[in-house]
């Protein structure tokens, strides 16, 4: 064998071993959602969602942007359903806390999150990335609660809460 077909075989392992690396790095890391009730405590990821519920794309004016935006979501009455399906026939009895990524918790009751129109939003359809919100400067991703129709706001009791890392389901006190 000669000496320059040997020295060619670390290079061709060497261009494996970084392909093989590029691609891995490129890929980014799933959203997942943290769902807790009791001693449960489970993680999904957008497609373990979409393989258990129907997601919907949804065009509305939303106030945070100041603007008419599409997203892609679940409708939040369905989600919890699936997610709490024996609290959700006595939902009076329970509320859903959102914990976000920098520690901000927001509690509703988890009746008032059955309306129609209420959607956990988990792409923004009109950009490949979460755009930020006008005025928060911030990302609403990897999940924010929404609400589609024109007098659903949170000055009217409906929650807004934005970077979602963990749904949890608590009895009312």
Same mark, same amino acid.
């Given at each position: 064998?000669?000496?320059?077909?040997?020295?060619?075989?670390?290079?061709a392992? %060497?261009?494996? *071993?970084l &392909? =093989?690396h +590029? #691609?891995?790095a490129?890929?980014?890391?799933?959203?997942?959602l943290?769902?807790?009730?009791?001693?449960?405590?489970q993680?999904f990821?957008v497609p373990?969602l979409?393989?258990?519920?129907?997601?919907?794309?949804?065009?509305?004016f939303n106030?945070?942007?100041?603007k008419v935006?599409?997203?892609?979501?679940?409708a939040?009455?369905s989600?919890?359903k699936? %997610?709490?399906? *024996?609290e &959700? =026939?006595? +939902? #009076?009895?329970?509320?859903?806390?959102?914990?976000a990524?920098?520690?901000?918790?927001?509690a509703?009751?988890l009746?008032?999150?059955f309306e129609?129109?209420?959607?956990?939003?988990?792409r923004?359809?009109?950009?490949?990335?979460?755009?930020?919100m006008?005025?928060?400067?911030?990302?609403?991703?990897?999940?924010?609660?929404?609400w589609?129709?024109?007098?659903?706001?949170?000055?009217?009791?409906?929650?807004?809460?934005?970077q979602?890392?963990?749904i949890?389901?608590?009895?009312?006190?």
């Amino acid at each position: 064998m000669r000496l320059s077909s040997i020295a060619s075989i670390p290079f061709a392992l %060497l261009c494996i *071993a970084l &392909s =093989a690396h +590029a #691609g891995s790095a490129t890929t980014a890391k799933e959203p997942t959602l943290t769902v807790i009730h009791a001693d449960r405590k489970q993680s999904f990821t957008v497609p373990q969602l979409e393989a258990r519920l129907e997601s919907k794309a949804v065009r509305f004016f939303n106030p945070y942007y100041e603007k008419v935006k599409s997203f892609q979501g679940f409708a939040l009455g369905s989600l919890l359903k699936e %997610l709490f399906p *024996a609290e &959700s =026939a006595n +939902a #009076g009895d329970w509320k859903v806390e959102f914990l976000a990524l920098d520690g901000y918790r927001s509690a509703t009751p988890l009746h008032k999150l059955f309306e129609p129109g209420g959607y956990l939003i988990f792409r923004d359809i009109d950009r490949p990335q979460w755009e930020e919100m006008k005025k928060r400067k911030v990302s609403p991703g990897p999940f924010a609660v929404m609400w589609i129709e024109k007098d659903q706001l949170w000055k009217n009791g409906y929650p807004w809460p934005w970077q979602i890392e963990e749904i949890r389901l608590v009895r009312e006190q």
